[in-house]
Nanobody, 122 residues
Framework: QVQLVESGGGMVQAGDSLRLSCANS??????MGWFRQAPGKEREFVAA????????YYADSVKGRFTISRDNAKNTVYLQMNSLKPEDTAVYYC?????????????????WGQGTQVTVSS
């Protein structure tokens, strides 16, 4: 059974940094992505990385502040978040797809984690 487990969320102040981790159950997937959902809003794409880490893709709202990376030996994907803003407050979800190329479309991701809360105060 596939499991994706996020960790690293928390409460920080604007300008601070956090690093989220997503560990999977031992299977190396294709592309991996991070999405987020704020209260009262739809889930939105944040970042994605190809199966070998050679290609990344970011939402405009986080470009230059967030960095996605992966360590296939550890079956773990990371999201380094710098210069956090209050509007980054959301539940962050890790997702995995079977295809190897990056995608910002949530429907293309087959497996999802339970999410980790990130709260940024001003």
């Amino acid at each position: 059974q596939v499991q994706l487990v996020e960790s690293g969320g928390g409460m920080v102040q604007a300008g601070d940094s956090l690093r989220l981790s997503c560990a999977n159950s031992g299977r190396t997937f294709g592309a991996m992505g991070w999405f987020r959902q704020a209260p009262g809003k739809e889930r939105e794409f944040v970042a994605a990385i190809s199966w070998n880490g050679g290609s990344t893709y970011y939402a405009d709202s986080v470009k230059g502040r967030f960095t996605i990376s992966r360590d296939n030996a550890k079956n773990t994907v990371y999201l380094q978040m710098n210069s956090l803003k209050p509007e980054d407050t959301a539940v962050y979800y890790c997702a995995a797809r079977l295809g190897g190329s990056v995608s910002g479309i949530s429907a293309e991701y087959r497996y999802w984690g339970q999410g980790t809360q990130v709260t940024v105060s001003s």
